[in-house]
């Protein structure tokens, strides 16, 4: 299986920069597109940026010009550098990764446990 382990949440005042790392660990044969959601409270879970092996990005049209989705794939790791936050970017932070599972080479959608980013006003 595979298993993602998410770092750099907290509070920041708004204007301010973040960044978030998730490390993937366990039987991996091979990761496929890494990305970033959001849950707010009360909403549902959206996509931030998704970043292909190959290294194609994706952007929520809220995020754009301000977060920079990136990622190693040496060390199986995807980051997400956020700057210019503001208080409507509070949310529980998802690493998520598409990848194949050495083993059996099977496919499989898999979620980190989530990190809290809070922006104050």
């Known amino acids: 299986q595979v298993q993602l382990v998410e770092s750099g949440g907290g509070l920041m005042q708004a204007g301010g920069s973040l960044t978030l790392s998730c490390v993937a660990a366990?039987?991996?044969?091979?990761?496929?597109?890494m990305g970033w959601y959001r849950q707010a409270p009360g909403k549902q879970r959206e996509l931030v940026a998704s970043?292909?092996?190959?290294?194609?990005?994706n952007y929520a049209d809220s995020v754009k010009g301000r977060f920079t989705i990136s990622r190693n794939n040496a060390k199986n790791t995807v980051y997400l550098q956020m700057n210019n936050l503001q208080p409507e970017d509070t949310a529980v932070y998802y690493c998520?990764?598409?990848?194949?599972?050495?083993?059996?080479?099977?496919?499989?959608?898999?979620w980190g446990q989530g990190t809290q980013v809070t922006v104050s006003s």
């Open positions: 998520n990764t598409r990848a194949i599972v050495a083993l059996t080479l099977t496919s499989g959608d898999y």
């Open positions: 366990g039987s991996i044969f091979k990761i496929n597109t």
């Open positions: 970043i292909t092996n190959l290294g194609s990005t």
